[in-house]
T-cell receptor, first 114, second 117 residues
Framework: DVKVTQSSRYLVKRTGEKVFLECVQD?????MFWYRQDPGLGLRLIYF???????EKGDIPEGYSVSREKKERFSLILESASTNQTSMYLC?????????????FGEGSWLTVV | AQKITQTQPGMFVQEKEAVTLDCTYD???????LFWYKQPSSGEMIFLIY??????QNATEGRYSLNFQKARKSANLVISASQLGDSAMYFC??????????????FGQGTTLQVKP
């Protein structure tokens, strides 16, 4: 059974803390994505990685960074968490677009910054 | 600029009736794909249907069909014979650069559908 696993389902962090959200996929996918989902705004792309150590900014990269040291793992980092980063974060993975159009999602991580 | 636009924040439909959820998109890439996802209150993203920009026919999957009007850049989702279990948030999404390694997947704002018994 294919899987995209997000390390934490629910987190509560304090303002200014460094936060790591981990995503692991077991399908040997090249592409991995991080989104945040907010009411009325849909899913907004934060960062995208199309291969190990390769990354591209999405629509809202400010305040975030990412790490892709291994193919199966894509980490989202909040260097100094702020209350406006309270949101639901979704990870996804896929083969490159030219190899198929099936995209797999994790279950989401609910982050509250207090 | 918003590339995927869903203009209906919320919709109601009577059980067993059909409903259309609107989606318009903007791209200059000739090779792209359009997706619809369903997100129930549990939060999981459920893939419903896919349409490629070069596909000649509108995609259909069971009760779901995609009304693809390329010249208008619209990709509306039609759900026939609505069921109570169809109540959820629905997202339209687009992936550009289908012939590359770097095609991003971007989403619209979503439409909340409520099916009335």
């Amino acid at each position: 059974d294919v899987k995209v696993t997000q390390s934490s389902r629910y987190l509560v962090k304090r303002t200014g803390e460094k936060v790591f959200l981990e995503c692991v996929q077991d399908m040997d996918h090249e592409n991995m994505f991080w989104y945040r989902q907010d009411p009325g705004l849909g899913l907004r792309l934060i960062y995208f990685s199309y291969d190990v150590k390769m990354k591209e900014k999405g629509d809202i990269p400010e305040g975030y960074s990412v790490s892709r040291e291994k193919k199966e793992r894509f980490s989202l980092i909040l260097e100094s968490a702020s209350t406006n980063q309270t949101s639901m974060y979704l990870c996804a993975s896929s083969f490159p677009a030219r190899s198929g159009n099936t995209i797999y999602f994790g279950e989401g991580s609910w982050l509250t910054v207090v | 600029a918003q590339k995927i636009t869903q203009t209906q924040p919320g919709m109601f439909v009577q059980e067993k009736e059909a409903v259309t959820l609107d989606c318009t998109y903007d791209t200059s890439d000739p090779s792209y794909g359009l997706f619809w996802y369903k997100q129930p209150s549990s939060g999981e993203m459920i893939f419903l249907i896919y349409q490629g920009s070069y596909d000649q026919q509108n995609a259909t999957e069971g009760r779901y069909s995609l009304n693809f009007q390329k010249a208008r850049k619209s990709a509306n989702l039609v759900i026939s014979a609505s069921q109570l279990g169809d109540s959820a948030m629905y997202f339209c999404a687009m992936r550009e650069g289908l012939e590359s390694n770097t095609g991003k997947l971007i989403f619209g704002q979503g439409t909340t559908l409520q099916v009335k018994p």
